[in-house]
């Protein structure tokens, strides 16, 4: 039993095969899926796919490079979003620094806004941080977002960073990244963290892993994030899928 904990198959890449390609991510063992979306659109197609699916949950917000398209108006739909029983997270939100899509003081801003609005619904964050970790922690602690929780997703900090955001109540996410000939970070991090606070994803159809590299990610390939972390920590995959959907299901709230 698998939990991919960050997918993206409202995204386009699936239009011509999304139903099968999730199936065939059901049939291959993967219990879970999270569907985050990035943007009020794809808030609201995250909304549909938990609709059809019994085993797809979702996380509603604005990624930072859209944040500049956001008014009051985004806020509230949001929030309506959220009354969804399968939508147990908000998200992702956070930072972006590599490609500074949408101006910085509006990433923050909207970071801020979007913490807010989670810990009124008691859900929650799923974090994007990328080249933006000082001010995303400054934000996650100015903001109390402890009392909510979450996940930084494809977790891209240090070891040293890691107590950090273990220390605001918050898991870390790993994905494809792990499998990567380069990957000397991340995995100093997985042979240090709590394994209560990992949680495994694909972020598909984004980041796929060796040996599937370069070809579109799907949930069946996060199978292969799992088995990494067992090589690493020298553990059975069985028990690290067992842990990683246990810890997901905690943190999101599913029974």
Not at 10 to 25: G, L, P, Q, Y
């Amino acid at each position: 039993m698998l939990f991919d904990s960050h997918a993206h198959y409202d995204n386009k890449r699936f239009d011509e095969d999304r139903f099968e390609v999730i199936k065939k991510a059901y049939d291959s063992g993967v219990s879970y899926i999270l569907n985050a979306a990035a943007d009020m659109a794809s808030s609201l197609e995250t909304v549909s796919l938990t609709r059809k699916f019994d085993f797809i949950y979702g996380a509603v917000g604005v990624h930072p490079h859209e944040v500049a398209k956001m008014s009051d108006d985004d806020i509230e739909k949001l929030k309506d979003f959220a009354k969804e029983e399968k939508i147990v997270a908000i998200g992702e939100i956070g930072l972006d620094y590599y490609y500074d899509f949408s101006p910085r003081e509006q990433q923050k801003l909207w970071f801020a806004r979007q913490i807010n609005l989670a810990k009124e619904l008691n859900l929650p964050i799923i974090v994007h941080d990328r080249d933006a970790h000082k001010d995303v922690l400054d934000i996650v602690k100015a903001e109390q977002a402890k009392d909510v929780g979450g996940v930084f997703h494809c977790y891209s900090g240090s070891v040293e960073m890691l107590k950090d955001v273990l220390e605001n109540n918050f898991y870390i996410s790993v994905g494809g990244t792990l499998t990567f000939k380069n990957a000397k970070r991340v995995v100093e991090v997985v042979e240090r963290v709590p394994l209560d606070r990992l949680l495994i994803e694909t972020d598909c159809p984004y980041l796929t892993p060796e040996p599937h590299r370069g070809k579109r990610n799907d949930s069946s390939y996060v199978r292969l994030v799992a088995e990494k972390i067992a090589k690493i920590r020298g553990m059975s995959f069985e028990e690290v899928a067992e842990i990683t959907t246990n810890n997901a299901k905690r943190l999101f709230g599913i029974k």
